[in-house]
C-alpha cells in the first residue's frame, strides 16, 4: 500500500518535481568522464569514457525516492549499470568504508560504501524507459532510494573511495550525514554518535 511506502513527514506532490542547486550542465560525450580514484585496490585512477561506460552492462531497479522537502516520487523505473560493475572493474582497497560521489561543478555527496553497493543503488542512464532528460541528470545520475535524495548525484562524474568519512555538499550545509528518510534524519544536529566523520 502506498502510505506504508511513505516514510514520516513525506507526501505525494502533484506532478514529478525537478530539483538542483545551481545549473544544468551540457553534455559532450568526448568530454565526459567517469573516474574511480582515491584509495583504489591498485593505487591507481580508473577512467571510463562515456563509450566505455556506455558499453557496460544494464540492470533495471523500481524505486521511490525522497526528497528531505518532504516531497516522495514513487514508482520510478531505472535503468542503468549497478555499483557492483563498477567496482569489480576498479575495486576499493580493502580499508575502504566510505566514498564521495563527485559530479559537475563540484556538486558532491558522502555515502557509506555499504549504501553505495546496496541492491536499490543504481547509476541510472534512464528513467521509466526514457534517456535521463538533461535536468534529471543526463546523461548519468546516481539513484540512492533509501537515503534522502540529495545523496541521489545528477550529472556524476566519480566515485572517490575514502578511507576516512567525510561530508559532501549538502553534509557540509547542515544535512544528515546518513540522511536515512526512514529514521527522518535530516539536519546535522541530529546526528548521534559514530553518524558522522570523527
Ligand atoms: N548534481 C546534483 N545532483 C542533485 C542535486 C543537485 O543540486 N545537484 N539535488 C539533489 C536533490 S536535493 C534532489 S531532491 C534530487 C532531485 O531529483 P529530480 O530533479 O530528478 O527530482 O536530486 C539530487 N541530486
Ligand atoms: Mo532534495
Known amino acids: 500500500m502506498e502510505e506504508s511506502r511513505l516514510p514520516p513527514g513525506q507526501y505525494v506532490p502533484r ?11 551540457t553534455f559532450r560525450p568526448e ?9 583504489t585496490a591498485s593505487g591507481a585512477e580508473h577512467r571510463f569514457t562515456w563509450d566505455e561506460f ?9 524505486s521511490d525516492f525522497h526528497c528531505v522537502t518532504k516531497f ?37 555527496a558522502n555515502l557509506r560504501l555499504s549504501d553505495l ?28 532510494p533509501h537515503l534522502y535524495a540529495w545523496k541521489s548525484v545528477k550529472w556524476v562524474r566519480g566515485i572517490e573511495y575514502l578511507l576516512e568519512d567525510r561530508r559532501g555538499f549538502w553534509e557540509e550545509r547542515g544535512y544528515h550525514n546518513i540522511g536515512d528518510p526512514w529514521r527522518e534524519q535530516r539536519y546535522s544536529y541530529q546526528e548521534e554518535q559514530g553518524e558522522g566523520p570523527p
Open 72 to 108: 516522495s516520487l514513487m514508482a520510478n523505473e531505472w535503468h542503468g549499470v549497478t555499483p557492483a560493475t563498477i567496482m569489480e572493474i576498479a575495486p576499493p582497497d580493502p580499508g575502504v568504508r566510505h566514498v564521495m560521489i563527485w559530479a559537475e561543478y563540484g556538486y558532491s
Open 117 to 144: 553497493s546496496a541492491q536499490d543503488t543504481l547509476f541510472a542512464t534512464d528513467l521509466d524507459e526514457k534517456p535521463l532528460s538533461p535536468d534529471r541528470g543526463h546523461p548519468l545520475r546516481l539513484v540512492v
Open 31 to 39: 568530454r565526459w568522464d567517469f573516474r574511480v580514484f582515491g584509495a
Open 54 to 62: 556506455a558499453a557496460l552492462p544494464r540492470d533495471t531497479r523500481i
Open 15 to 25: 506532478g514529478r518535481p525537478v530539483i538542483h542547486y545551481g545549473r544544468v550542465p
